[in-house]
């Protein structure tokens, strides 16, 4: 795991992120963009984690604080570097950003039909929460 460096994203990697997502993502999201990635980091700077390795992309998590809630999203690994440590280093990564600014508790935003996302998020130490459901209103078509 030494050779693996956990940085933030720059806005000159998200053509490489959103390339990187199509690839080791399970769906697809409306801010799945190259606008919507660089609001992100417009806002904060610092939410978009990059996993690398040997100076490939290995891993991605957007470890984003509203001053409230810590959210997580799109916890990607590529298929080539899985089983390797890679979740847990960016979910540690996350972790500690969320402790530096105050945050009390992490939620996940993990696809029901994901298995494979349900053994990673299980093994850090997340459980869902059955008592809650996301409900969601697209802004824009």
């Not at 998200?14 to 697809?28: I, S």
Request: proline residues 5%.
């Amino acid at each position: 795991m030494n050779d693996l460096r956990i940085r933030a994203a720059a806005p000159a990697d998200l053509d490489t992120v959103l390339t990187f997502w199509k690839e080791a993502a399970e769906g697809t999201s409306i801010s799945d963009d190259r606008d919507g990635v660089a609001r992100l980091l417009d806002r904060d700077p610092e939410s978009l984690l990059l996993a690398e390795r040997d100076g490939e992309l290995a891993g991605t998590v957007i470890a984003g604080f509203d001053g409230w809630r810590c959210h997580l999203y799109r916890l990607a690994v590529h298929p080539g570097h899985r089983r390797q440590g890679v979740a847990t280093a960016l979910l540690a990564a996350a972790e500690e950003r969320f402790a530096a600014l105050g945050g009390r508790r992490g939620d996940a935003m993990v696809l029901k039909e994901n298995e494979l996302a349900h053994h990673a998020w299980s093994a850090a130490g997340y459980a869902p929460q059955p008592q809650w459901s996301r409900w969601v209103k697209p802004l824009r078509p």
